[in-house]
């Protein structure tokens, strides 16, 4: 199991591309609700793979979706998770990145999924094309992973309705990634959503947990130098955030004191998966 690249393996080849001089072409604004707006970059899919711009931005990536987590996601009984959708439309050269947590108030509300609150503005405001990539970052608490998905699986895969939605949406595909994380980044699993689908087909009908194979799990960890351009795309992403990119919103102080919390982080350690 796992995307057909490895991690370790195949990020450890990975040149910094041209990508890393991408400019944002909307600002960063909030709406109304205090959401961040996407991020549109325009994107070169002629001479740069955008599956490599994902795996070289997995670490920013990753903590993106964790800080929504952590400050977008709403869950009357503390169950949040993140939803960082990767979107792309090769044919207007534009690489989306949109980021929401899932929203539950109340027992009796209908479940507001991150991967579909995402998927909306994708489809219905930004019409991308496709979505090449979903990161959720929920927990690595495997009692509270059964209470979703009722399997022993060490991240948060999509739900039933989300994989239900998954297979009708257009925007998706069988190639489309699903990169889970618990909710320090800790550990993370990668497959395609074919693969997911896989996964889960006979335990959704039969309802028996043998028919569930967990995936392979990698470790993140914080100790090994060969994990330096993950370092790098994040401390890329902490120097973007400190010049005011707008993807934290509230006081500023508070911002400023998170960015050298995680500027610190970076210089002392670097990410490696294992
Ligand atoms: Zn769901």
Known sequence: MGINIEPPVELNHLLLPKSSELVPVEEHIQDKE????????TFDFENEDYRRFILFNLGRLAVRTREAAAERAKSYR?????????????????????????????????TNCGELNTEIPIVEFYRMERIAAFFIAATSNV???????????????????????????????NETLLLSFGKVIDIAQFMTVKEYNA??????????????????????????????????????SVRRQSIGGGEFHGDKKRVQKRNQELADTITRESIHFR
Do not use: W
Not at 34 to 41: C, F, K, M, T
Not at 97 to 107: A, C, M, P, Y
Not at 147 to 156: G, W
């Open 199 to 236: 996964l889960y087909a006979t335990f959704r009908k039969t309802g028996n947990v043998k028919d569930y194979k967990d995936p392979q799990a990698y470790k993140l960890r914080t100790d090994d130098d060969e994990g330096a351009f993950l370092a790098e795309s994040y401390s890329r």
């Open 78 to 110: 503390g169950f949040t998770l993140g939803v960082t959708a990767v979107a792309i439309d090769m044919e207007a050269s534009r690489l989306g990145i949109f980021t929401e947590g899932n929203v539950k108030n109340d027992k009796n509300d209908p």
């Open 34 to 41: 205090g959401l961040v707006q996407p991020e549109i970059y």
């Open 143 to 173: 009692e509270k992973i059964k209470e979703v998905n009722q399997v022993p699986a060490r991240t948060l895969h999509p739900c039933k309705n989300c994989g239900i939605a998954l297979k009708r949406s257009r925007e998706v595909d």
